[in-house]
């Protein structure tokens, strides 16, 4: 006898939707940054914010290019709605703590920071291009310590690479003109532009005037509560 059929049953498929590892994948040796939505900024808190350049480029560590990258984030800055406080330079990326009144300043100020580093490195370098590797990775800073601890971090991260050790402010950062060392070190520059006779980096004195001073309550005041 013919044996009766049977009938096979098939899964629910669904069609449509985002699928589980969907997308783009990222390149190169580091991920890039998630495409996660920024969170939101009352225009208290400052923001740790790192920017990362593509492999192959020349250091971040030299005069000339320190003066740009210094004149971009000046020039990027606009008053309360967005401006960098502090930074340093490393080889291949640059950290810096900035103030913006809301996440919309924030992007669009990082965003015109972002390609006035890119026009200026390119033509300094002779180059067409990418520079920068990813989006910026951004950190709101919401209470005191959170604050110190990324002055400790920024203002110091060459040692931490090894690329600084001598026993004051990385040059390749605003440290030399920060006042809020618990030892005021040799060579530093006041918020006048005049330091105490020792030869400093003629864009570490010019970063006094290009770089704005801290309005949040956090960044100039809070974090000094906890000690220098």
């Not at 330079?89 to 965003?111: C, F, I, K, W, Y």
């Amino acid at each position: 006898m013919k044996s009766p059929s049977t009938q096979l049953e098939f899964g629910f498929v669904r069609w449509g939707g985002k699928r589980r590892g969907a997308g783009r994948k990222p390149k190169g040796a580091r991920a890039g940054v998630a495409h996660d939505e920024r969170a939101n900024l009352s225009g208290r808190e400052p923001v740790s914010v790192t920017l990362r350049f593509v492999e192959g480029l020349p250091t971040l560590r030299g005069e000339d290019t320190h003066a740009l990258l210094v004149r971009a984030m000046s020039a990027a800055s606009r008053g309360d709605h967005f401006q960098v406080c502090a930074y340093s330079v490393q080889t291949n990326h640059v950290h810096m703590l900035v103030e913006a009144r809301d996440s919309g300043e924030l992007a669009r100020g990082m965003n015109s920071l972002g390609t006035r580093i890119g026009i200026a490195l390119n033509r300094l370098w002779k180059r067409r291009g990418t520079v920068l590797a990813e989006r910026y990775h951004s950190r709101v800073l919401r209470s005191p310590s959170e604050v110190r601890r990324a002055l400790v971090y920024v203002l110091n991260n060459a040692r931490k690479h090894g690329a600084w050790i001598a026993p004051r402010p990385d040059p390749y950062s605003s440290g030399p003109s920060f006042d809020g060392w618990r030892t005021p070190p040799r060579g530093a520059v006041s918020s006048s532009g005049a330091s105490d006779g020792v030869s400093v980096s003629s864009v570490a004195r010019s970063s006094v005037e290009l770089l704005g001073q801290p309005r949040s309550w956090l960044l100039a005041i809070g974090w000094r509560r906890l000690g220098l």
